[in-house]
Nanobody
């Protein structure tokens, strides 16, 4: 089992940057695909991006491609989401999640992820 805790959310102006971190505890963090999702008020939770267990492959939603970057440090049991050029439509609660083990490609569906953090609020003002 994996426990996840996000940090780094906050209020930022449009065009600004934030860096979210997700700290994992428990066994075998390095085995899992890690994903970032977000949920805005009144909307369904949506995939933002993910990284495979090895870190060799990443995948991003079209809405954030070129602006967001995911990385992981398996030695430190952390995954980060660097968010640049933020827009008001990026406002949401952001969640990290642990998904399937040993996949060579990133999975994008909420149902594919078994462990979730509590979320961190990101608010982008215009």
């Amino acid at each position: 089992q994996v426990q996840l805790a996000e940090s780094g959310g906050g209020l930022v102006q449009s065009g600004g940057s934030l860096r979210l971190s997700c700290a994992a505890s428990g066994r075998a963090f390095s085995d899992y695909t890690m994903g970032w999702f977000r949920q805005a008020p009144g909307k369904e939770r949506e995939f933002v991006g993910g990284i495979t267990w090895s870190g060799r492959s990443t995948y991003y939603a079209d809405s954030v491609k070129g602006r967001f970057t995911i990385s992981r440090d398996n030695a430190k049991n952390t995954v980060t989401l660097q968010m640049n050029s933020l827009k008001p439509e990026d406002t949401a609660v952001y969640y990290c999640a642990a998904g399937p083990k040993y996949r060579s490609v990133v999975v994008k569906e909420v149902r594919d992820y078994d462990y979730w953090g509590q979320g961190t609020q990101v608010t982008v003002s215009s």
